[in-house]
Nanobody, 119 residues
Framework: QVQLVESGGGLVQPGGSLRLSCEASGSIFSINVMGWYRQAPGKERELVASIRSGDNIEHSDSVKGRFTISRDNAKNTVDLQMNSLKPEDTAVYYC?????????????WGQGTQVTVSS
């Protein structure tokens, strides 16, 4: 069993910055992928950014140049630095982790942290 704990969400003015952090704990042998998704009310959950083993990084087009994902393999954490925030970035942000479990890959989700961008 793997548990994910997110932190860093809150209220920020347009143009401001926030840094989200996710810590994974539990029965972890190896993490294949760590990433961040977000979901606004009435919208589908969408990928924000992900980082795979070997530091293969992907950012969605809407956040490229503003958000940066990073990973600390020793601490089993993944962070999302969010700069130049816009009102349309308002959403619940979810941490996502895929771990190795024998011959299979298991996916876990955090409970989510609210990010609100408003003046």
């Amino acid at each position: 069993q793997v548990q994910l704990v997110e932190s860093g969400g809150g209220l920020v003015q347009p143009g401001g910055s926030l840094r989200l952090s996710c810590e994974a704990s539990g029965s972890i042998f190896s993490i294949n992928v760590m990433g961040w998704y977000r979901q606004a009310p009435g919208k589908e959950r969408e990928l924000v950014a992900s980082i795979r083993s070997g530091d293969n990084i992907e950012h969605s087009d809407s956040v490229k140049g503003r958000f940066t994902i990073s990973r600390d393999n020793a601490k089993n954490t993944v962070d999302l630095q969010m700069n130049s925030l816009k009102p349309e970035d308002t959403a619940v942000y979810y941490c996502n982790v895929a771990v190795v479990a024998g011959r299979r890959e298991l996916v876990y989700w955090g409970q989510g942290t609210q990010v609100t961008v408003s003046s």
